[in-house]
């Protein structure tokens, strides 16, 4: 599309020393800066796209010359988060992968277990078999198709395409927070979480409606932890345990259903509560233009999609579809593979390591193992109330065989506490991070919600799993 460019002529009469004004153009993509000196008459040419502007000699010039893109400080803010997340800042790689390190706390717990732990059980060569290689190469091949996708805004463009057929407030929230439900499948609840919870701080901010955004963004979080419970793929510990037992797509689609489905008619219910729910939306588009993407790329990283799938299935080796990913995107645009999140990974091998040793103390493995059979459900649970549910999965995936309480327990337990889920504290850094004075008000509601579904998940599951059909 070609811009359109307007000449606009400025007519400054009797004004004196007017020096480095700053000039923002209609759509805030340009800063141009002009100076002159003490003049009767000073006219000045600019270009700006789609807009005229017009300043009188009696106002304050600098003023008058700022446009709607920049009165919105809670925009700019967001800018300033999603360039972050997206690396284009000054940092070296380097630097901001140690950052990262010092600032999360459960990597540096998992590596301090499994250094301590190597102390009772002295490193060998059996060490490399505690490691899970294919879960983590897929987790890796998947992060990087995703990383892909966000790039090409792939995800933000489905959210614009259904919010055109929004109307009212309750339309609005139920295509935000079913975005994040069904989304969070495909690409992972963190993902989800981060891609969704700014757009909607956005929409809901340029719509009028920041009445909802608390009561909306903890059900993104919901709907996001919970969703992604469905599908192997949907997070790091459905990915292990899919993995680590041999469980069938069809067994473990059947396991984890119930759950989902209850927490969607939840979900819906909920929406109903919200506040002016009924009242019209009228939505900014200026809020709402996403970013260029090639259209190349996506069909590229679909079918690099598919073939991470395919492995999830067991159909191909997920060493080839590592390297056929790293080799793709590599050519296309080497700086997604940096995009990964490293430190799950690095966490991840921690706490392998850790289990791994636990296993082979005899002892401390009786005494997890007597504490945990029978009870896998409720233990993993509590347990990612303290730890999150991803280290409390590969902490007790060593010490049972039942499998299946186990998947439902640690994905339950992303529920409740803002740690239950490391997801969860991506949406709460998200919204504080533009409005600082929720940060009370977003923790009790985000606590409330989440102890309520937590509650009635678990009685879902005692009454149908263990008091009718006893099932495993």
């Known amino acids: 599309m070609v811009e359109q460019n307007v000449n606009v002529e400025i007519s400054i009469d009797t004004i004196e020393d007017v020096t480095n004004m700053d000039v923002v153009d209609a759509n805030s993509t340009t800063l141009h800066s002009i100076s002159s000196g003490n003049t009767d008459t000073t006219v000045l040419n600019l270009e700006v796209e789609r807009e005229v502007i017009k300043i009188d000699s009696d106002l304050d010039l600098k003023k008058k010359m700022e446009l709607r893109a920049t009165e919105d400080a809670d925009l700019a803010k967001l800018n300033k988060v999603e360039e972050k997340q997206n690396g284009d800042n000054n940092e070296s790689v380097l630097k901001k992968f140690i950052k990262i390190i010092k600032l999360d706390p459960v990597l540096i717990i998992a590596w301090i277990i499994a250094i301590i732990s190597s102390f009772f059980v002295l490193p060998d060569r059996k060490y490399i078999d505690y490691i899970d290689w294919r879960s983590l190469g897929i987790l890796w091949a998947l992060m990087v198709v995703v ?7 792939v995800f933000e463009r ?10 009212y407030g309750w339309q609005l929230a139920a295509v935000l927070i079913f975005m994040c439900f069904f989304g969070s499948m495909l690409i992972t609840n963190d993902v989800a979480l981060i891609t969704f919870v700014p757009f909607a701080i956005m929409i809901l901010k340029s719509s009028c409606r920041e009445d909802l955004m608390i009561p909306v963004i903890v059900y993104q979080t919901v709907a996001a932890n919970m969703g992604s419970m469905l599908t192997p793929i949907g997070n790091p510990q459905n990915l292990y345990l899919y993995g680590v037992t041999g469980m069938s797509i069809g067994d473990f689609l059947l396991t984890m259903l119930p759950l989902s489905s209850l927490t969607l008619v939840l979900l819906a219910l909920c929406i109903f509560t919200l506040p002016k ?31 991470a799938l395919c492995t999830v299935l067991r159909l191909i080796p997920w060493y080839i579809v590592a390297g056929v990913i790293f080799v793709v995107v590599a050519i296309m645009d080497y700086k997604i593979i940096l995009r990964v999140d490293y430190i799950l990974l690095l ?12 296993g082979r ?17 409720l233990v993993s649970a509590i347990t990612s109330q303290f730890i999150s549910n991803v280290p409390a999965t590969l902490l007790l995936t060593g010490f049972t065989d039942h499998y299946k309480s186990l998947l439902q327990g640690v994905n339950v337990g992303g529920l409740g506490t803002l740690i239950a889920s490391m997801a969860s504290l991506i949406s709460y850094k998200a919204i504080t991070n533009v409005y600082p004075s929720t940060k009370g008000r977003y923790f009790k509601q985000f606590t409330l919600i989440n102890v309520v579904f937590l509650i009635i998940l678990c009685s879902f599951w005692y009454v149908v799993y263990e008091l009718l059909f006893q099932i495993d």
């Open 361 to 377: 103390i005899a002892k401390i493995k009786e005494i997890l193992e007597d504490l945990i059979k029978g009870r896998e459900f």
């Open 347 to 358: 966490t991840f091998i921690g706490f392998f390591i850790f289990t791994g040793n636990i």
């Open 158 to 167: 489905i959210g614009q395409f259904m919010l055109k057929r929004v109307t």
């Open 147 to 153: 990383q892909g996708f966000k790039k090409n805004s």
């Open 277 to 307: 729910k009924t009242k019209k939306i009228v939505m900014d588009e200026y809020y709402t233009v996403t970013k260029g993407a090639s259209s190349i790329q996506i069909i590229i990283y679909l079918l690099l999609f598919v073939l």
